[in-house]
Every structure is written in structure tokens, then in C-alpha cells.
């Protein structure tokens, strides 16, 4: 069983000193910022690293595997960043690739690579792809072996159930993958899915950092420029390491990294701001201490790092519900704002009358009022005018269409004890019915114990670029590496534990 930080690391150069710059926290999700990205470069980073995939975009693009983002914004990412590298020499990675970080967003961006680097005559260099992708029968198997696979968030532990109702699972790889591909001698890491902190940490982890200084530098840094004050996305930011502290400075000349910007963060996208749990062990925050360098720079000690007693992964899976259709309403009549709820409870009704209550989910979105947090909004007044959003998700499609169309509808036509009028008080914005890609669920979140932090993270080598070595054709390499891929002449190539898809 792998203990500790997991790192095999074999042949990477322990330093006094790391500098990881940041350049977006989400590649290809909207086009990064150029200009701070080449100020960045001018400060001599050792890696350039970017996360470009989430579970914040919820199930659908993991479910139904497809990108969340146009592929021209990933390919501009890609682009920059690739070109910039490659012409100083920076090593480049990139996480959870195309937004799911499956096959399919590994393969598509090692595909845009090498045609970035045709295209823009770049020098030969090793592009590795790590994939993350789990067959449901391996977790099958699993349980009727009895392994225990525990759950997140309140899920149970896993059931064959939540299987079958799974299209599709990731295992969040952490860091020990990619630090196995730059002992590999890779220049470029193309990630599945992966921990947004792993994907910082690995490189430290390979340049001799301790895990603790590592994970703190991939929490705080996963988001770009999230991390500074003024609020700007996609600008880059740079963080210095040295054993025990991480200092963070924006490369955007109208930001700060100030101690409460970076202490501020620790909170993103996280239930508590205290701890970060990597496949590997847990980041402990609770001992942080952020000191102001000068305006624009906050150095940050204190952080922990507790090894995990057994190493494991999260495993994330979605599956169809089915298709979805929308309607837009507007209420302005100052009497039915104020009793939207009866309105919706009439429309309800009247759906129930005709199509039952069942194999169909019906949601009224009242903007407005609650539509953000839902229950939890702590002042649930509406304002002078609502917008509704109804939501219907059915598997068939042409009785989600006709229920979406009545649930729209009733709310014109809702009685309300009291009502003199003689007109419907609803505005439809259009009595179109808009069906909307199909619906998904989150199945799986759960944590998968293994033995080997590689076992399931299977990686290709190859070459790429304009000019390759001699004999050497175009995606050499392809596949399992080692012996006869056409890379073995690369003095690094066979130190790596390589992995053929289980």
C-alpha cells in the first residue's frame, strides 16, 4: 500500500527554489488574458500549469462526454500557452482536459497540440497523455469483491444500482501520474481528470518541494488570478516556492495578492476553508499565516501536510435522466407577484390532472426571489417584477414537450380567490418550449481505495513537433511506451513505470 505523498520521483532535479505561474483557472472556458500570461513568462517560470476541466459544470458534459466549452476558446488556450512554452523551454501541463478530462478531451487536446506545434514549426518535444477513464465493470468488480467504496457528501457507499445508472466515471488522478511523466522526460502533460491541486503540486513534488509547500501552492493557485483583488478572471499569477512558504504575486499590474485576498480563497468552491483532500493525504490550513510582502505580494507559512493512511481516489460518474425543456414566464401584476406561489401551485395542479405525477420532474425557477439559492435565500422577497423559468425533464420527449408547454401556460391562466380581472396577468416571452440538451445526474462521488497511485491512470509518450529526430515519424510513440514505440532512444525514457490501460 503507498503511503505519504505517493511522488515516485526518480529524476527530478531538487531545488532550492520553484516558480509555477498560473495562467487560467479553467482552460478554454472563456479565452485566457495574453498580456499578464507574457509578463508572467518574463519571471522565469520552471512550469506553466492549468486546470481545464470541473465538476462545477455539473453532470451532463462528463455524462454524455462532451465539452462544456467551444473547442476554438480550448484551442486558443492551448495555442498561447504551447507556443510560449515551447519557444523558452517551459515545461507545460494541463489538467482535466476539455472540461471532463475523459478519453475524449485527452485525445482532442493532444490532437490540437500536435497540430499547434505543425502549424507553428515548433522544435521536437515529449507530449505525454495520462488518462483517467474507469469501466463501470472494474468498479463492479470491486464491490463483489467486497472492496469498500465509501461515499461523498452524504451518498452511501457505492451500490450496483449507482452503476447502473451511470453512462460514464473518471477517477480523479493526483499527483503521482504526472510526476511519473516528467521522470519520463515529458515536456508537455496533457491530464484526464485530475486533482486541481495535484496538477501544481506534482511539479513541486518533482523538484524536491515538501508535499505540504507542494499542496498549498496548487490550493492557492488552481484559479488564477481568482486568488487577487480587484475581481479578474483570467489574468495570470505567479507563485514562488521555497520549503515552508509560497509567495504569490499577480502578473496583472492592477491586481494584489493580498493576505485576504489569498486567506479569501481558500474558501472557493469549498464547504470549509481549513483543509484540502488530495488522493495522497489532506493539506491542513487551520496553521496559515499570511504575511504582506509589500502591495502586491502576500508570503504565506504554516500550512500542513498529513499523509493518508491508505491512498485513494475519488471517483465521479453521471447518467441520463432525460430530455429537458424550458419556458420563460414574466409576472409583473403587483398581486400576482406577491402570490406567485398559488400560481404555481394552480399550474401544478392542472399538469397533475392531465399527465399524473409521476415519470416526469416539473421545476419552477423564480428569479427574483429564490432562484439562486433556493431555500436557503435568507430573503425571499421578490421584487417588483419575477421572471419564471420552468424547467420540465421527461424521457419522452413529446410528453416533455407537452407538459413543459401546460406547466408554461397555466400560469396565465391560474385562478386566484380574490381575482377581479378579466386578462392573464403571466408575460410568456415566447410560447415557444425550448428543449435544451438532456438532463443528467451526478451518480457516483465516491473514494475507490488502490494500492497503486498509477494502477489506474494509464499513459502514452510520444513525439511531436515540426523537426523530429531522425526517423522518427509523426506520433511516435503512440500507446504503451517503452521498447520499439520509437522513443526509446531518449536517455530518460524507460525510468517510468508505464501502464497499459487496465
Known amino acids: 500500500m503507498t503511503t505519504g505523498t505517493g511522488a515516485r520521483r526518480t529524476s527530478g532535479r531538487p531545488r532550492a527554489e520553484v516558480r509555477l505561474l ?9 479565452p485566457l488574458e495574453k498580456d499578464s500570461f507574457l509578463a508572467g513568462l518574463e519571471r522565469d517560470p520552471d512550469f506553466v500549469v492549468a486546470d481545464s476541466g470541473s465538476c462545477d459544470i455539473g453532470p451532463y458534459p462528463l455524462g454524455a462526454d462532451q465539452p462544456a466549452s467551444p473547442p476554438a476558446w480550448q484551442y486558443h488556450d492551448l495555442e498561447l500557452l504551447l507556443v510560449e512554452t515551447r519557444r523558452r523551454g517551459i515545461p507545460l501541463i494541463i489538467g482535466s482536459a476539455s472540461d471532463t478530462g475523459t478519453r475524449r478531451g485527452v485525445d482532442l487536446y493532444a490532437r490540437m497540440v500536435a497540430g499547434i506545434a505543425d502549424r507553428h514549426g515548433l522544435p521536437p518535444f515529449r507530449l505525454a497523455c495520462i488518462y483517467s477513464d474507469v469501466p463501470l465493470e472494474r468498479l463492479r468488480r470491486l464491490l463483489d469483491a467486497g472492496v469498500p467504496i465509501r461515499g461523498l457528501d452524504g451518498r452511501p457507499p457505492l451500490r450496483p444500482a449507482d452503476l447502473d445508472r451511470t453512462s460514464r466515471a473518471v477517477a480523479v488522478m493526483g499527483a503521482e501520474p504526472i510526476v511519473t511523466a516528467l521522470d519520463a522526460g515529458a515536456d508537455v502533460v496533457i491530464c484526464g481528470r485530475a486533482s486541481d491541486a495535484a496538477i501544481f503540486a506534482a511539479p513541486a513534488l518533482w523538484c524536491g518541494m515538501p508535499a505540504a509547500t507542494a499542496y498549498y501552492a496548487g490550493k492557492v493557485l488552481e484559479c488564477a488570478s481568482f486568488c487577487a483583488e480587484p475581481f479578474m478572471a483570467k489574468e495570470s499569477v505567479l507563485g514562488i516556492l521555497r520549503p515552508g512558504e509560497v509567495v504569490v504575486e499577480p502578473m496583472h499590474p492592477a491586481q494584489r495578492c493580498t493576505p485576504a485576498s489569498l486567506a479569501g480563497h481558500a474558501l472557493y468552491e469549498r464547504a470549509t476553508p481549513f483543509f484540502e483532500h488530495v488522493p495522497a493525504g489532506v493539506l491542513d490550513m487551520r496553521g496559515c499565516v499570511y504575511q504582506a510582502l509589500d502591495q502586491r505580494r502576500t508570503r504565506v507559512t504554516g500550512f500542513q501536510f498529513r499523509p493518508a493512511a491508505s491512498y485513494a ?17 414574466g409576472l409583473r401584476d403587483p398581486e400576482l407577484v406577491r402570490r406567485v406561489d398559488e400560481a404555481v401551485a394552480w399550474a401544478r395542479r392542472k399538469v397533475a390532472e392531465r399527465y399524473g405525477t409521476a415519470g416526469y420532474e416539473l421545476y419552477y425557477h423564480v428569479y427574483g426571489r429564490n432562484a439562486v439559492m433556493g431555500e436557503m435565500e435568507p430573503e425571499p422577497r421578490p421584487g417588483h417584477e419575477v421572471g419564471l423559468v420552468v424547467e420540465v425533464v421527461c424521457p419522452d420527449p413529446d410528453r416533455g414537450r407537452e407538459i413543459c408547454t401546460m406547466a408554461a401556460r397555466q400560469l396565465f391562466y391560474a385562478r386566484m380567490e380574490g381575482r377581479t380581472g378579466t386578462a392573464g396577468r403571466a408575460a410568456l416571452m415566447t410560447d415557444e418550449v425550448l428543449r435544451a440538451r438532456p438532463a443528467y445526474r451526478w451518480t457516483l462521488n465516491h473514494v475507490v481505495p488502490l494500492d497503486d497511485p498509477l494502477s489506474w491512470f494509464p499513459m502514452t509518450l510520444r513525439w511531436v513537433g515540426a523537426m523530429r529526430p531522425a526517423g522518427v515519424p509523426v506520433g511516435a510513440g503512440a500507446g504503451r511506451t517503452g521498447p520499439g514505440t520509437g522513443v526509446t532512444g531518449h536517455p530518460r525514457v524507460g525510468e517510468a513505470a508505464w501502464h497499459a490501460p487496465a
Open 313 to 329: 481516489v475519488k471517483v465521479e460518474g453521471a447518467g441520463p435522466v432525460g430530455e429537458r425543456f424550458l419556458a420563460l414566464a
Open 22 to 30: 498560473a495562467p487560467t483557472g479553467h482552460l478554454g472556458f472563456t
